[in-house]
Structures are given as structure tokens and as C-alpha cells.
């Protein structure tokens, strides 16, 4: 079995510009892992490209391990709740209170992830951030001062184990997806209709007031967002999506390959990306959801989900669905026996072919 | 836990007549199952909807199983391996052989079929179907006799084992888009081109070759095919194809729902629902292949694929990529508390929200 390279330092950055050294000096794919499954790969039985995207998440899991075969044994689900003052403003067909009450629920087993992680053999671990205290509400005010971001963010960073084969993430959090489009727009721009979907359910008229919500609050930040990215996440965002985030990151850190899930992880990812393209590299979307800006906010982050199966809960369910395609393919790519071990024929001659074919 | 209904006969049929009374007297889905099923979905803790196809699939499953709820223990895959008269056309990069080497590779464990079914903890069983005697060169003769055709359906019917929770079916045989590809041309017309694909990995002056291979052959028995759907598989299909339509046939009466692989195995099963609406009702695609005529093949049939990976290898391997999705459907709609077994509060009355809204 190949060692695991040594690990760079694990602990959280401390201040905002800490988290711009990180980015500076992000670790990238092991071009060695990388080439060695690139070079396997011809080999193995089965015509070429056969497994599709099954060989690409092989080779992508291999280079952000930083071994080759890749293994994924250990897969870690990290799941962060947290509470949005801009459910305020109307923005939920649920109550603030299901945040703590669905927590509760996962801790006794009762969630779709809790069910999910059981079929995919997966460890869920989940976080409450201050459920008691909301963020503020971002029309009226940043959503966290910098000590509270980079609290949220820390926790999520700490959350990340030290060795994992592949790490999924996670959110609840009612009133987030407003808070995910108001990222989304921040950093994106375009029209505010575009990155505001049902949530939970709205329609009509409640689905046009949250769409004026994302609109009256970003344009409160749209300045301090063009001059950092992740302003966006502080100002916009909640606490769990800054956990996610700082997940990201320490798992980069740590060479855990990681599955985002759906539109609310993804954009509390994508501040990492505009802050530093190719930071979300070690990142695959686990699947596109019905919420519809993730499917732009996939296509700005050149993502190609590998599940669209019309789900929309968030709690990472999409991420761990997709885990047992990347299991999948590592196992194919590391078990499957060459065409010299089967004695099987390759291909037959060009020569050949072009007499039989006449 | 329910227990599962009485089951039908599970004889396999022995003459095409007897094919047609099984097809005439098909039983259906599970009415009280379904309905259970579809009962308990708006009181699982998650918002309406929000599992997309899972909880689709969670339905179908219990429907076709005839039991609430569904349960995915047993997975059993059936792989059906054939070898094709057509080679001796030049229509495959590979020499025929290959199929019993990799007959051989499955029995040793080495294929990608091997390394799938162990992480989808599947149960994997190989039929080879007269490897040594090739089906006749259909450009020349019908590919089998209609004992021939017999024989191979009643393997795959007897295949199907009386107890599993999920039937993932797939095939190998060196040729056999060729055969796909005719049977399909067969039964739904258009023009050839667009159901001949690369298969393993033809291009150019060979894809053209392989087209005018099809063309020829269907013109041959298109009356027969239009009088008797299982005339195409018996005509241009192969062994391993006959097989899987056995296998679903049986999956039918052993309340087993099924889940196809790719292009060939799907065009084996074609014939069933051309010959009587509805007969693959207890199926669904796992995925679509990147063999073009896949796509054409399920949007005929009215299947929505429900993984699209870019893999075309056969083997079952989309199925079992798939199986693992509707175990997870199953686990999730079994498994997750009411909100009521929660205490987790659902929607706020419309009154109260408008007024948040204002």
C-alpha cells in the first residue's frame, strides 16, 4: 500500500489575511499519482475510455490523495447547521426553529442523511453553530463581523479529520439558499431572478420578495466584495457556509479529495475560487440540484456535477450519492486486472481490420 | 417486515406462443404498495419534493417489489455473455475471442463488472451461452433458430433468482452493438445511421462499414420483425440478448425490479414493450451509454436514465452504479422520521407567512 505523503500544517488560519497566505500557497495535484493512473489506465480490460467519467474521478482522486492506486475507504460527511437573521424578512415557508429541531433529528438518526450515510457506509459528523444566535440580518447589516467569520470558519476547518479518502459536505440552515444567492449574485453579477430559486418551496409573489431581498442586500456590498471575495461569505453568507469554506480549504491542506453537495455548498465554496482560481480543484460537485442558480454557479465554476436526480435538500445528499461513484471508480481503476494479467487480445491490427472490412 | 405476496409461475416459457400468453397476462405493480409508498413521502422530514428521483425510485421500488416499504438487500447481478456470427463483417475493433477471455477475466474477478458489484456489495453471476457456436451471420441467415432463440430466453429466465431485492442485467459478446444496433433499427425505423455507434471504438471508414452491415440485415427481416417483435431478437440479436429478455420477463413474475445497463442490454429488452405496452414497467435505465443510439433507444422506450457517466463498457456496469441510488432511495424513504416522530415543525400557515412577506 503507498505512503501517504507528509501533510502540510493543519491549523486554521487566524485573520482574513491568513486566509489569503493559504490560498497563496495552495498545495497542487501530485503529478506523479496523476501519471501513474494516466499511465494504467490503457491497460486495464476494457476498451479505451469505456468507464467515461468513472476513469477521470480515478485519475482526479489519485492526484488529490497523492497516491496512486487511490483507495476510498474512510469516507467523512461533515453536515453545518447555522441560523440566518434574514429569515426576518419572510424569506422561508419554515420557521427558523427547524434549524435546531432538524439537528436534533440528525443526532437521533432520523434524517436522509443519517440514511444515506448508513447505505454508503460513510462517517456523518455534524456541526451547530451557534444556532441560539442568528447571523445578522444582511439587509440591515453585515451577516458576521471578521471574529465571528473567521470563528465559523476555523470550526469548519478543524471539523476536517486528519485522514480521510474523500470528504463530503454538507448544510442546514433555514433562510439559506437567500443566503446563497446573495453570494452567488455578489460574485457573479447578472440578473438577481437568476440566482433566486423556490428554497424550500416558494412561489409567486413570496418568490419575487426574495429575489428583492438578495437584490436590496447586495447591492449594500457589492464594493467590498469586488476588493475581496470572501467578503462575500462574511457579509452574505451564514456561519455554516463559512464552515464549509474553511473545510474546503484544510482539506486541500490535508489531500482529501472533496464532494460539494448542492447550491448553498457550493457557493460558500466559490469565494475560494474567485479569491484564487484553481483553489477548488480537489473539489467535485457531487450533483446539480433543482434549486436552479446552481446549475449557472456549476457552469461559472467550470464543475461538471456527476448526479441530476432533481433533489434539492441540501444536508449533503447529493455529496454522499456521488461518493459511491468515486468509490466505484477507484475500485475499478485499482482492482481491475491489465489485458497482459487476463491474457486478453487487444485490439486487433489496423492492418487486419482494413481486410476484414473490405 | 411486510411480508412479500405469493409469487407467479416460474417456469420459462417454451415456445414463442408462450412467450406472447406470458406478455398477455403481465402482472402489475402493487396498487396498495405504491399507494403506501406515495401516503408516507409528505410526512418524511425534508421538504416536499426535495429527494427528486430518489423518491421516485423509492415508489417504483415498493410498487414493483409488492411490498412498503421497499426494501435493497440482495442485489443480483446477471451477466450474459454471447458470441456474434456478424464478426466474421468486420465490425469490431476486437477479436471474438475476447468474449471467452473475458468470460475468464469475470471468473477470476478481474473485470470492471467484478470491482463494481464488491463495492455495491452485489451478488455477480456470469452465464456463457454457447461461446464455441456463434450465432449465424445475421447479413445471411436469422442469427438463431427459433429453438436457439428459446434456449438463450429460458437461461436468463432461469437465471433470475425467486428472491432478490434488485436485478441489475448486462451483457458481453464482441459484436454485439452491431446486433443492438439492428434490432433497434428493426423495431423503430428511422435511418440506420443513427443507431450504429462506435461500440468499441470504430471510427470513420469501419463506423460506415458497420452501418451498411445493419442496413443490409434489417432490410432482410423487417416484415418478420413487424409481425413479431421477438423476431428482432431472434433474427438480429444474439444469445446473451435473448437472455436478458428472459431475465426480465422472469424479474416480472418474481416481483423483482430491474434495472438496465447500456445500449445492448436495453435493445434486448426493446422487444418486450414493442410487443406488449407496458412490459418493462418494472425496469428502469441505470444509466445511458455513450454509445449515441442509447439516448435515441431510451427516449423510444419513455425511460429517463438515471446516471449519464460518458461509459459504454456493458458488463452491467451502469446498472450497478445505479443499484446503488435505489438502495439509497429505499434506506432514505424506510428509514427517515416523520416530522410528527421528529417534532420538527412543517410549513408556516400561508396567512402567517404573507404577513412576513408585507
Known amino acids: 500500500m503507498p505512503a501517504r505523503p507528509r501533510r502540510a500544517r493543519v491549523l486554521p488560519p487566524r485573520s482574513l489575511a491568513e486566509i489569503g497566505r493559504a490560498l497563496a500557497r495552495l498545495p497542487g495535484p501530485d503529478a506523479k499519482a496523476q501519471m501513474r493512473a494516466r499511465a494504467r489506465e490503457p491497460h ?35 453536515v453545518f447547521a447555522a441560523n440566518h437573521g434574514v429569515v426576518a424578512q419572510g ?16 443526532a437521533k438518526g432520523g434524517a436522509a442523511i443519517n440514511q444515506l450515510c448508513r447505505a454508503a457506509r ?6 451547530a453553530l451557534d ?16 471574529a465571528e467569520f473567521l470563528a465559523a470558519f476555523a470550526r469548519g476547518f478543524r471539523a ?18 437567500t443566503a446563497a444567492a446573495a453570494v452567488c449574485h455578489a460574485l457573479f453579477g447578472g440578473r438577481t431572478v437568476a440566482w433566486v430559486g423556490p428554497g424550500t418551496g416558494l412561489t ?13 442586500a447586495v447591492a449594500r456590498y457589492r464594493q467590498a ?55 477548488l480543484d480537489h473539489c467535485h460537485a457531487g450533483h ?6 446552481h446549475r449557472r454557479l456549476l457552469a461559472k465554476l467550470g464543475q461538471a456535477p456527476l448526479l441530476d436526480l432533481g433533489m434539492r435538500l441540501g444536508e449533503g445528499t447529493g455529496a454522499v450519492l456521488a461518493a459511491a461513484l468515486v468509490r466505484a471508480a477507484c475500485a475499478a481503476h485499482a482492482g481491475m486486472a491489465t489485458f497482459a494479467e487476463a491474457k486478453v487480445s487487444g485490439r486487433k491490427r489496423p492492418r487486419a481490420r482494413k481486410r476484414q472490412n473490405q
Open 225 to 279: 466584495v469586488a476588493a475581496n471575495p470572501l467578503d462575500a461569505l462574511r457579509c452574505l453568507g451564514g456561519r455554516e457556509m463559512a464552515a464549509i469554506a474553511g473545510a474546503v480549504l484544510a482539506a486541500r491542506f490535508r489531500r482529501i479529495p472533496v464532494l460539494l453537495d448542492g447550491y448553498v455548498c457550493t457557493a460558500a465554496a466559490a469565494p475560494l475560487e474567485a479569491a484564487r482560481k484553481g483553489a
Open 131 to 146: 444556532l441560539g444566535r442568528p447571523t445578522a440580518d444582511f439587509t440591515e447589516a453585515p451577516a458576521m463581523t471578521e
Open 160 to 177: 476536517v479529520p486528519d485522514r480521510a479518502d474523500l470528504l463530503c459536505l454538507g448544510e442546514m440552515g433555514i433562510g439559506n439558499t
Open 204 to 216: 409567486g409573489r413570496a418568490l419575487k420578495h426574495k429575489a428583492r431581498v438578495v437584490a436590496k
Open 122 to 127: 460513510a462517517e456523518l459528523k455534524v456541526a
Open 91 to 106: 424569506v422561508s415557508l419554515y420557521p427558523a426553529e427547524v434549524t435546531a429541531q432538524m439537528v436534533a433529528n440528525f
Open 44 to 78: 486495464l480490460t476494457k476498451p479505451r475510455g469505456a468507464l467515461g467519467r468513472l476513469e477521470e474521478l480515478a485519475h482526479w482522486a489519485a492526484a488529490w490523495q497523492g497516491r496512486h492506486p487511490a483507495r476510498i475507504e474512510r469516507i467523512a460527511v461533515r
Open 288 to 293: 446539480v440540484s433543482a434549486e436552479p442558480g
